[in-house]
Every structure is written in structure tokens, then in C-alpha cells.
């Protein structure tokens, strides 16, 4: 299993995030809109690596390879998952997502109308990449009364849209005959997004009770999610 690093800090900060949360309810996760950017290659590499072990053993910490995520070709998207519901899938293309772009391109045209369409205590969940915290960022959420929430460093695990890029890079590689370019890549990409049952991002949203449950039981290591 490939993990991202976890120093000592970041377990800490997991386990405190983990139980301010998990007693959290149903109809209080239906508030969250998760949402995060992922990039998808024409010809990924899964990175996968073949052992024989025990099973239910796949979170032994002699098992996990621990990596730092780097960029790399293809094509960058952004999406936004909740209960009973999905952002526009938004292809990010011309150069790296700034601070500046991820407020002119994606907070005001796709959050923010998201935010007016559930209720009053609409709750945006973005993981600690520059562009998501910087002060240009965090002064249009407060103009727009959009609260964030507070997110452990290193926690993809945590963040249920990780098993929508997967079902959804799944989907792309499984289409007969499968993109050979990124103009086919990218209109694949939008077509299975819209595709994506919403079944599917109900119950990984569901499983966030147990997410949190299991990163206590591990005191903020890594989790089989």
C-alpha cells in the first residue's frame, strides 16, 4: 500500500481531528461539500507493487510504502462531492491552479452557487494546498460567508472524492477502446463524472463515522481507507 508520509505532528493533528469529528451525524456530513483536484494521465502508473502476505493484514506498517505525491502529464480536474449530490466536473487547463485562478475559476463559479443550492450551513472541505489556503482564498470565503473546514495535514485517506478519483480513473481506463489522448482523456473524464452514482458518493460519505473511528483505533496512523 502506498501511504503518504506521516511525521509525528501530522498523527497527532489526525487523532485530534478524529475526535472533534466522529461523533459527527448524518445530517451533519450532508452539509459537507468534499472536494479536492486530481490529475489523470492517458497512460497512468498505479504504482502498484505484488507481495504475499497475511490476510487483512494490507495496513501492516511492513506493508505500507510511504511516498510524496509530485506532478507529472495529464490532465488536472477539479470536483466537489455531497450527499445526494456532485459539482461540474471543471478541467483545469493553460498552467498551474494559482491562488488568484482557484478563486476566479473555481470558488465563485462553481462553490459558491453550490453553497446558495444546499442551506445556510453549508460547510466547504479543501485539503492544505497552497492555492486552497492562501489569504486571497480565505478572504473571498469569508466575503461569501462560506466556513471551511479545519483539515489534518496528510490525510487523503480521510477525504471520501480519493475513492471518486479512483471509481472514476477506473471508469476512463475500462471505456472501449480507452483515451489515447488528452482531448479524448478529457471528454472521458466529463462523461463518467456525470456517470458517477450518486449511491456510490452517498455511502463513501456515509463511511466517514467509521473513517474517523478507525483513525482513533490506529491513534492517527494510516488507515485501510
Known sequence: MVCVRLPSRHRRDRREWATEHVNCR?????NVLFSNESRFSVHPDNRRMFIWRDRDSRNNPQFV????????????????????????LYIIRDGPLTARRYRDEILRPIVVPYDAAIRDDFI???????????????????EEGILRM????????????EHVWDALGRRVAGRQPPPQTLQELERALLEEWDR????????????MPRRCSTLLAVRGN???Y
Open 26 to 30: 448524518r445530517n451533519e456530513w450532508s
Open 222 to 224: 494510516h488507515t485501510p
Open 124 to 142: 466547504l472541505m479543501v485539503d492544505n494546498c497552497m492555492p486552497d489556503r492562501a489569504n486571497l482564498v480565505e478572504d473571498s470565503l469569508f
Open 196 to 207: 458517477m452514482p450518486l449511491i456510490l458518493i452517498n455511502s463513501l460519505i456515509d463511511s
Open 150 to 161: 479545519e483539515w489534518p495535514a496528510c490525510s487523503p485517506d480521510m477525504n471520501p472524492i
Open 65 to 88: 510504502h510511504e511516498s510524496v505525491r509530485f506532478g507529472g502529464g495529464g490532465v488536472l480536474v477539479f470536483g466537489g462531492i455531497s450527499i445526494d449530490g456532485r459539482t461540474d
